[in-house]
């Protein structure tokens, strides 16, 4: 079973940034896509970002430009860079892993953006 541990979350004013770690123990990542999603209070959970395991990328439109997700095999990490933040991305940040092994989530960061 894999386990995942999210960090890097906090309170932050509108326009800074943070950098959210996700890190894995088990199994490595490197076979895996990783991905962060978000849920914001009384929504469901949506895809923030995504990267395969060969380095490909994806993102939810509302935060391409401003985002960045990467992966660093060797440390079996993924990271979350946010930038530019707005309030409407308060949300709890969760790490996704998938890999033919299975699925995992971790238990989530928070993440608040003030005005």
């Known amino acids: 079973q894999v386990q995942l541990v999210e960090s890097g979350g906090g309170l932050t004013q509108a326009g800074g940034s943070l950098r959210l770690s996700c890190v894995a123990s088990?199994?490595?990542?490197?076979?895996?896509?990783m991905g962060w999603y978000r849920q914001a209070p009384g929504k469901q959970r949506d895809l923030v970002a995504r990267?395969?395991?060969?380095?490909?990328?994806t993102y939810t439109d509302s935060v391409k430009g401003r985002f960045t997700i990467s992966r660093d095999n060797a440390k079996n990490t993924v990271y979350l860079q946010m930038n530019s933040l707005k309030p409407e991305d308060t949300a709890v940040y969760y790490c996704?892993?998938?890999?033919?092994?299975?699925?995992?989530w971790g238990k989530g960061t928070l993440v608040t953006v003030s005005l």
């Open positions: 990267i395969g395991s060969g380095g490909s990328t």
């Open positions: 996704k892993l998938e890999a033919w092994y299975g699925i995992s």
């Open positions: 088990g199994s490595m990542i490197s076979p895996a896509t």
